[in-house]
């Protein structure tokens, strides 16, 4: 892997991303656009509250495979109902995080949390 582009989560809709998280999805494919020839790895984050069918990684895994991305590069996490929750779940399924050049894809008002 040359990078990593790890998504936070956001809202979704039995199934279909929200305007926020499809935002954050569309970030991420263009910044992978801006890298040519490296191996970009997509993680997405977010569980699911109750009652609701689908994790938000699931949602933003389907969304990235809908555009193209392969399937060997989606790596959904659907853990983690808060940023500290998911980061945590993700480095810990992950530990090759810690030492990839990575990207954190969320939106300007959640950039001060994140």
């Not at 970009?40 to 933003?60: H, I």
């Amino acid at each position: 892997m040359d990078m990593a582009i790890v998504i936070l989560g956001a809202s979704q809709y039995d199934g279909r991303a929200s305007k926020v998280l499809a935002a954050r999805l569309d970030e991420a494919i263009a910044t992978a656009a801006e890298h040519p020839g490296k191996d970009v790895q997509f993680f997405t984050l977010g569980a699911n509250m109750p009652g609701d069918r689908f994790t938000e990684a699931q949602v933003a895994r389907t969304y990235l495979l809908d555009r193209g991305i392969t399937e060997s590069q989606v790596h959904a996490v659907p853990k983690g109902n808060d940023t500290v929750g998911s980061l945590e779940a993700v480095l810990q399924k992950h530990a090759v995080l810690f030492d990839a050049p990575s990207f954190l894809i969320t939106d300007p008002l959640h950039t001060v949390r994140a």
